[in-house]
């Protein structure tokens, strides 16, 4: 319910204090077992205004009609849609028809209210006779901020069993007051605890009732709670005079347990982490998602790691890496033998989308998991869950993948509710009230959604429009600023149970690495703390960072880990370079002990950040997971495939009405190989401005081709060579033969003209450098490129820019006004630089980035620096701006 104080009865015969929940109150009552009902079913009914939303989302929409229901049922004083009076509201507003369409649901299927509102409705239903126990109370006024039914509730009941004994009144109301007394008048923790909701209290200086500290992320919050619980009770104070505020998280629970054990120090009323996953659900919900062509990347990388797989987890790492950086046929399944083939096999055939072959390949795909025997059970769970989505096939004769999957989700497994017991660490959860004051409070994880938690917006009803409704019927359903105040009262009385100290603990990262903002809660506090003649203090100029601050004046006692006889870190360098002492050059051998060739791309990741290539050198770049989307590399490589299709080496050019009836069909079997998730409806815009784009492109290209007497002797070449003392190996789009033999090297970009030219005119393109450096000193020719390279001619490189059909041509003389010649050394700042950064780390030296890198080499270079964006270590170690590499500065000249 929505009141922050609970329901309190007296056990008639023990005198145990007891909260009334509707467990209890439907053992009293004898209420009947809640009725089952198929809400999505319910909800499918075209008179519903929301029906249309059940067929795009069905679990989002239930979710919210079923909120929205129980905030109109617990505004009303005796759960009965008749007290619904909306005539004094505009039946064509969206108010009148959402509230209306509520009711209607409400009258029809009484069993759509939540389970504990149908106790509530037999109770209220019920005479004082019916009661099988008393439940005298211990209160005769509700919460302030209970609902109109928690109101009749508790009328109701105080009618049928009157109020408890004086004597046990009186021992209910000494036991609580520890709990809301709060600090010592005039200290900074009491100004904390009245001015944190808006309260008039005088701001005043800072004191040591209140602290605030920023850590690295939850795992250091629990080091640190650890050492301070400890270092309080070295001093004197009882394990049970400390208590713990903590969210709602599995994560807080683990780490929490593993730093207090470390420490010996025992909690008391922590939750529970879960046994275990479901992991059969997991495993049927990402076949599921797999099956339904085209299948995601997410989906097939999560199947892949499924511990149910018949494969090592090794294997199932490999397959996920490869599918998450765009190889949806790893290099890894082609050593799968076996069971594990033939399960690999399935998930990537062409399943036929009918309930019968859904079912045929999700019946196989269970006789082909993990046979190892500690995963027999979860196999039998996973079979017997198959039994409900084999009704469901069943029944259909179309496939219904929204109610498959909500058959197949899996169940979300939160941390139990702990015995608490006297002796130990009070632990509070951020969904209750403390159970027992405590002296010192330690509150956790004040960043980011949290104290308090956000408000979502109603996907019915919008604030203005309940704020309407109470003014024109009464009726008041809660907006989001009545949960917001609420959430921050019971913070406030969350913070009332400590007497002598509070400390607020910040974690700067997410579990996800991602930085977070501080929480509301803190920018609350801080405005109770005066800063002199200029007002209150800003929340970050109090807040401490651990390990910025002098260990001697850490809350806590330490130690110093001394595992080398030079205890500390070695500080970053001034000078900005790392030095190994190895060549990392040879990091990677070939058979023959040469080092192995570097592709331009990579050298471009040199180029722009030693680091971020070393990290790729030693196999330490990030594989980022994020859901299916079209990027630059994605459409290009999908242009690029079209465009070797449509000319073939060696053939005649296409006519303008074959490029027209060729590009669609082109294009769908690029997307079906590289891009597979464009196949989806949702991407149809996409899909159109690809094939915009690339038909437009293909027509100028085949005029240019034609305007050059030029042919194609071969697409997706690939070239090997040696330059600047390395070996160099890539791959070029296309490459061309012109009338007099000159060869033409062509690189087809999914960009515009004018950088891609300016980066030219400044000498800072460095692929076309390097193709034309492969084809002058090259390996391994192959037949067709040896005879192409016979006769020593000349070699010219393009880019080809396909979303404004540019060509940027340098080294040869084409016939005037077909392609754009670009004059002068397209290349030299770039070699320079490279070679520059090839003989550093050529010494074991890595030059790290600066914080002007950036700018330089998108105002300078005119090229996107795609390196100092591939691992967050690059920004970690990044030097001060003013820090300048001279190395670029010189190359500029």
Request: charged letters at 25%.
């Amino acid at each position: 319910m929505n009141g922050l104080e609970q329901l309190v009865t007296v056990h008639s015969g023990t005198g145990a204090f007891r909260a009334i929940t509707s467990d209890l109150l439907a053992e009293t009552y004898l209420a009947p077992r809640p009725q089952a009902l198929d809400l999505n079913a319910v909800l499918g009914d075209a008179a519903f205004p929301w029906a249309s939303s059940m067929v795009v989302a069905p679990l989002e929409t239930a979710a919210a009609v079923s909120a929205g229901l129980r905030s109109l049922a617990v505004a009303t004083n005796g759960l009965n849609p008749e007290e619904v009076d909306l005539s004094a509201l505009d039946r064509d507003s969206r108010l009148y028809k959402h509230l209306s369409a509520l009711c209607d649901l409400w009258r029809q299927a009484p069993a759509a209210l939540p389970e504990d509102l149908q106790v509530y409705a037999h109770v209220l239903a019920c005479a004082s006779g019916d009661a099988l126990e008393p439940l005298s109370l211990v209160s005769a006024e509700p919460c302030r901020f209970a609902a109109p039914l928690e109101r009749r509730l508790h009328a109701h009941l105080l009618d049928h069993h009157g109020l408890a004994e004086d004597g046990f009144r009186k021992e209910w109301a000494a036991r609580c007051a520890p709990l809301v007394t709060g600090a010592a008048e005039g200290t900074s923790l009491w100004r904390a605890q009245q001015g944190l909701t808006g309260a008039s209290i005088p701001s005043g200086p800072l004191d040591d009732t209140l602290t605030f500290f920023a850590l690295r992320d939850e795992a250091e919050e629990a080091d640190f709670a650890a050492a301070r619980a400890q270092h309080l009770i070295d001093q004197g104070v009882s394990p049970d005079e400390i208590g713990l505020l903590v969210p709602d998280e599995t994560g807080y629970v683990a780490q929490l347990r593993r730093a207090f054990d470390a420490a010996g120090v025992p909690l008391s009323g922590l939750p529970l982490p879960p046994d275990r996953r479901d992991i059969a659900g997991e495993t049927l919900l990402q076949l599921l998602l797999c099956f339904q062509a085209p299948a995601p990347a997410m989906a097939l990388a999560s199947l892949y790691i499924s511990p149910l797989m018949p494969w090592p987890s090794e294997t199932g790492l490999q397959l996920a890496r490869e599918v998450m950086q765009g190889r949806f046929e790893p290099f890894a399944a082609r050593s799968l033998t076996g069971r594990a083939q033939r399960f690999y096999k399935l998930v990537r055939s062409n399943i036929a989308q009918t309930p019968d072959g859904i079912q045929q390949a999700l019946e196989q795909a269970a006789q082909l998991l993990s046979d190892a025997a500690e995963q027999r059970e979860a196999v039998a769970t996973f079979r017997a869950k198959l039994g409900a989505i084999r009704a469901e096939l069943t029944q259909s004769r179309s496939l219904d993948w929204a109610a498959l999957y909500r058959v197949a989700t899996p169940a979300t497994l939160k941390p139990a509710p702990s015995e608490a017991f006297v002796e130990g660490v009070s632990v509070f959860t951020e969904g209750a009230m403390p159970w027992r004051p405590a002296r010192h409070l330690i509150a956790m994880g004040m960043s980011g959604n949290r104290w308090p938690r956000a408000v979502s917006a109603s996907p019915l009803f919008l604030d203005g429009e309940l704020r309407l409704l109470r003014e024109k019927t009464g009726l008041h359903i809660e907006t989001r600023g009545d949960v917001l105040a609420r959430r921050l009262e019971k913070l406030r009385r969350q913070f009332l149970c400590a007497s002598d100290s509070l400390t607020l603990l910040r974690p700067v990262l997410a579990p996800n690495g991602s930085r977070q903002a501080a929480a509301a809660a803190l920018s609350l506090v801080a405005r109770t703390v005066g800063n002199g003649g200029k007002g209150t203090e800003d929340a970050e100029a109090l807040i401490h960072d651990l390990r910025a601050l002098p260990r001697e004046h850490w809350p806590f006692a330490h130690r110093v880990v001394k595992a080398s006889a030079d205890p500390q870190p070695a500080a970053m360098p001034e000078d900005g370079v790392l030095r190994l002492g190895r060549d990392l050059l040879r990091r990677r051998l070939a058979e023959d002990g040469r080092m192995r060739p570097q592709s331009p791309s990579r050298l471009e990741t040199l180029l722009v950040s030693p680091l971020a290539w070393s990290l790729a050198e030693f196999g330490a770049q990030p594989v980022t997971w994020a859901p299916d989307g079209l990027d630059v590399m994605v459409s290009g490589t999908i242009a690029h495939d079209v465009l070797e299709f449509l000319f073939p080496k060696d053939a005649p050019l296409p006519g303008h009405d074959q490029i027209e009836a060729t590009v669609p069909e082109l294009l769908s079997a690029a997307i079906r190989r590289y891009a597979p998730f464009l196949q989806r409806s949702i991407w149809a815009v996409e899909r159109e401005g690809l094939l915009r784009d690339i038909r437009t492109a293909a027509h100028a290209w085949r005029n240019t081709l034609e305007g050059l007497g030029a042919r194609v002797i071969e697409n997706e070449i690939g070239l090997q060579g040696e330059a600047l003392g390395i070996l160099l190996r890539g791959r070029a789009d296309c490459l061309l033969q012109l009338e007099d033999g000159s060869l033409l090297v062509v690189d087809h970009k999914k960009s515009g003209t004018p950088k891609r030219r300016a980066r030219l005119e400044a000498g800072w393109d460095l692929q076309l450098g390097l193709y034309r450096a492969m084809l002058k000193r090259p390996e391994k020719t192959g037949d067709m490129l040896g005879a192409a390279l016979a006769g020593n001619p000349q070699i010219g490189v393009a880019y080809h820019l396909i979303n404004d059909q540019g060509v940027l041509l340098e080294g040869l003389e084409p016939p005037d006004g077909v392609v754009t010649v670009v004059e002068g050394e397209i290349s030299v700042q770039a070699m320079d630089l490279l070679i520059l950064r090839l003989a550093e780390v050529g010494e074991g030296k890595i030059r790290l980035n600066s914080e002007d890198d950036r700018d330089f080499f998108e105002k300078t270079a005119n090229l996107a620096p795609y390196a100092l964006d591939a691992s967050p270590l690059v920004a970690r170690f990044m030097m001060p701006g003013t820090v300048a590499d001279d190395s670029m500065e010189d190359s500029d000249d």
